[in-house]
C-alpha cells in the first residue's frame, strides 16, 4: 500500500528527466497516485511523451504561468476528469538570462518583475485556480525553493529575492486556505544538475562544497526531493502547513 493511493496530483513545470519535478513525479507515481504534469511548450510536451517516464503519467498538459488564460485553460480541462485535485506541486522559476549573467544590482525594473511574477507570484495564481478542486476535501500544494532565498549565494542573483518572496507566499497561503484543510508548503533542495541550475556559473563550486562541508558529506538526488514531496502529499503531513523543508545534507545549518 503506496502513501498516495487514490489521490491525484498535477505537477507544474516539469522540464525534463533530469528535472526536480520528474523527481517528484515518479515518487508519487511509485506511491500510489495518478499522476499529471504540465510543461510550457508543445515541443516538450511531445518529447516528453515519447520517453518511457513520460508514459507513466495519465496525461501532461500545456501551460505557461506567465499567461492567466493559459492557467484558466489548464485547471478547466483537469475539472473535467477529475472530480477533486489532491495535490499540486508548483515547479516553476524564470529569470532572463542577462539579469542572471549581471551582477543584482544592475538588474532592471523589467527584468525583476518578470522574475518575481514567474517565480513567485505564479504560486498565488495557481492556488487560487485550483481551489475549487480542493476546498471542499482540503489538499497538499507544494513548491520548489532554494538555500539562496535566506542567505546571500554569489551568483544566484536576482533569484534570491524571488525565492525569498516565493517563501513568503507560502506562509500567506497556508494562513489563507488552511481552513479549507488546503496545507501550503516549500522544499527547499541543495544543489542538483537540472536544465535550471546550468544557468549558474558557479554549480560545480556548490556541489564541491557539499560533499566537503555538509553534515552528510552527499550530494542529493531528484529522487531525495520526491520523498519529501511524497510524504508532504500524504496524509502523514496531515498537521504540516507554512514551512520550509529542507533536503540538502544539512547545508542550511552550516555557517560557511
Given at each position: 500500500?503506496?502513501?498516495?493511493?487514490?489521490?491525484?496530483?498535477?505537477?507544474?513545470?516539469?522540464?525534463?528527466?533530469?528535472?526536480?519535478?520528474?523527481?517528484?513525479?515518479?515518487?508519487?507515481?511509485?506511491?500510489?497516485?495518478?499522476?499529471?504534469?504540465?510543461?510550457?511548450?508543445?515541443?516538450?510536451?511531445?518529447?516528453?511523451?515519447?520517453?518511457?517516464?513520460?508514459?507513466?503519467?495519465?496525461?501532461?498538459?500545456?501551460?505557461?504561468?506567465?499567461?492567466?488564460?493559459?492557467?484558466?485553460?489548464?485547471?478547466?480541462?483537469?475539472?473535467?476528469?477529475?472530480?477533486?485535485?489532491?495535490?499540486?506541486?508548483?515547479?516553476?522559476?524564470?529569470?532572463?538570462?542577462?539579469?542572471?549573467?549581471?551582477r543584482?544590482?544592475?538588474?532592471?525594473?523589467?527584468?525583476f518583475?518578470t522574475?518575481?511574477?514567474?517565480?513567485?507570484?505564479?504560486?498565488?495564481?495557481?492556488?487560487?485556480?485550483?481551489?475549487?478542486?480542493?476546498?471542499?476535501?482540503?489538499?497538499?500544494?507544494?513548491?520548489?525553493?532554494?538555500?539562496?532565498?535566506?542567505?546571500?549565494?554569489?551568483?544566484?542573483?536576482?533569484?534570491?529575492?524571488?525565492k525569498?518572496?516565493?517563501?513568503?507566499?507560502?506562509?500567506?497561503?497556508?494562513?489563507?486556505?488552511?481552513?479549507?484543510?488546503?496545507?501550503?508548503?516549500?522544499?527547499?533542495?541543495?544543489p542538483?544538475?537540472?536544465?535550471?541550475?546550468?544557468?549558474?556559473?558557479?554549480?560545480?563550486?556548490?556541489?564541491?562544497?557539499?560533499?566537503?562541508?555538509?553534515?552528510?558529506?552527499?550530494?542529493?538526488?531528484?529522487?531525495?526531493?520526491?520523498?519529501?514531496?511524497?510524504?508532504?502529499?500524504?496524509?502523514?503531513?496531515?498537521?504540516?502547513?507554512?514551512?520550509?523543508?529542507?533536503?540538502?545534507?544539512?547545508?542550511?545549518?552550516?555557517?560557511?
Amino acid at each position: 500500500m503506496g502513501l498516495l493511493d487514490g489521490k491525484r496530483a498535477l505537477i507544474l513545470g516539469v522540464a525534463n528527466q533530469r528535472s526536480i519535478a520528474w523527481g517528484i513525479a515518479r515518487a508519487f507515481k511509485k506511491e500510489g497516485a495518478v499522476v499529471r504534469i504540465s510543461c510550457q511548450e508543445e515541443r516538450l510536451k511531445q518529447k516528453i511523451e515519447r520517453t518511457e517516464e513520460g508514459r507513466l503519467v495519465e496525461k501532461i498538459h500545456l501551460c505557461d504561468v506567465a499567461n492567466e488564460a493559459s492557467v484558466q485553460t489548464l485547471f478547466s480541462d483537469l475539472a473535467k476528469d477529475w472530480p477533486q485535485l489532491d495535490i499540486l506541486v508548483h515547479s516553476i522559476a524564470f529569470a532572463p538570462m542577462q539579469a542572471l549573467e549581471n551582477r543584482f544590482h544592475l538588474a532592471s525594473k523589467a527584468d525583476f518583475l518578470t522574475t518575481m511574477a514567474i517565480s513567485a507570484y505564479s504560486l498565488v495564481e495557481v492556488s487560487r485556480a485550483a481551489l475549487p478542486l480542493m476546498q471542499t476535501h482540503g489538499g497538499s500544494i507544494m513548491t520548489l525553493s532554494y538555500l539562496g532565498g535566506d542567505r546571500v549565494l554569489p551568483g544566484y542573483g536576482i533569484m534570491g529575492p524571488a525565492k525569498a518572496a516565493l517563501e513568503s507566499c507560502v506562509r500567506y497561503l497556508s494562513f489563507d486556505l488552511g481552513p479549507q484543510k488546503i496545507r501550503v508548503n516549500a522544499i527547499s533542495a541543495g544543489p542538483l544538475k537540472t536544465l535550471a541550475s546550468s544557468a549558474f556559473g558557479n554549480f560545480n563550486d556548490a556541489l564541491k562544497l557539499i560533499e566537503e562541508k555538509t553534515p552528510l558529506k552527499q550530494n542529493i538526488t531528484i529522487d531525495d526531493v520526491g520523498s519529501l514531496a511524497a510524504f508532504l502529499g500524504s496524509d502523514h503531513s496531515k498537521m504540516v502547513t507554512g514551512s520550509t523543508h529542507f533536503v540538502d545534507s544539512g547545508a542550511h545549518i552550516m555557517g560557511g
